[in-house]
C-alpha cells in the first residue's frame, strides 16, 4: 500500500530552522504533485508548499520567502525547509501526494508530524 513516511518535525525556537522530509512508497502510479500541508489548534488546514512533477512550486503567503519546497521524482521523496521560524508556525505538518488519477484514486496523506516553535 501507499505509505508516506514524514520526519523532521520537532521543537525550535523562533529564527531557527527544520527540515521537514516525506518519503513515498508503494507508488505504482504517476503523481502530479506533491506537497505539505499544516493545520494548527483551531485553524483550518491550510496549503503551506506544494511542487509540480514539472517543478512549479507554490507558497502560502505567510511562509513566503522563508520555505522552500523540493523533490526528487526518482526517489518519491518531498523536502520543506523551513528557516526564520515564527511561533505562528506551530502546527501539524503533512505530506500529501496528488496522483495524476486522483480523481478516481483520491488523494494520500502522511500521518503528520508536529512543528512547535517556541518564542
Known amino acids: 500500500q501507499v505509505q508516506l513516511a514524514e520526519s523532521g518535525g520537532g521543537l525550535v525556537q523562533a529564527g531557527g530552522s527544520l527540515r521537514l522530509s516525506c518519503a513515498a512508497s508503494?507508488?505504482?502510479?504517476?503523481?502530479?504533485?506533491m506537497g505539505w500541508y499544516r493545520q494548527a489548534p483551531g485553524k483550518k488546514r491550510e496549503l503551506v508548499a506544494s511542487?509540480?512533477?514539472?517543478?512549479?512550486?507554490t507558497y502560502a503567503e505567510s511562509v513566503q520567502g522563508r520555505f522552500t519546497i523540493s523533490g526528487d521524482s526518482a526517489k518519491n521523496t518531498v523536502d520543506l525547509q523551513m528557516n526564520s521560524l515564527k511561533p505562528e508556525d506551530t502546527a501539524v505538518y503533512s505530506c500529501?501526494?496528488?496522483?495524476?488519477?486522483?480523481?478516481?484514486?483520491?488523494?494520500?496523506w502522511g500521518l503528520g508530524t508536529q512543528v512547535t516553535v517556541s518564542s
Open positions: 511542487i509540480s512533477n514539472g517543478g512549479m512550486t
Open positions: 500529501n501526494v496528488v496522483p495524476s488519477d486522483s480523481g478516481n484514486r483520491g488523494v494520500y
Open positions: 508503494g507508488i505504482t502510479f504517476m503523481i502530479t504533485a
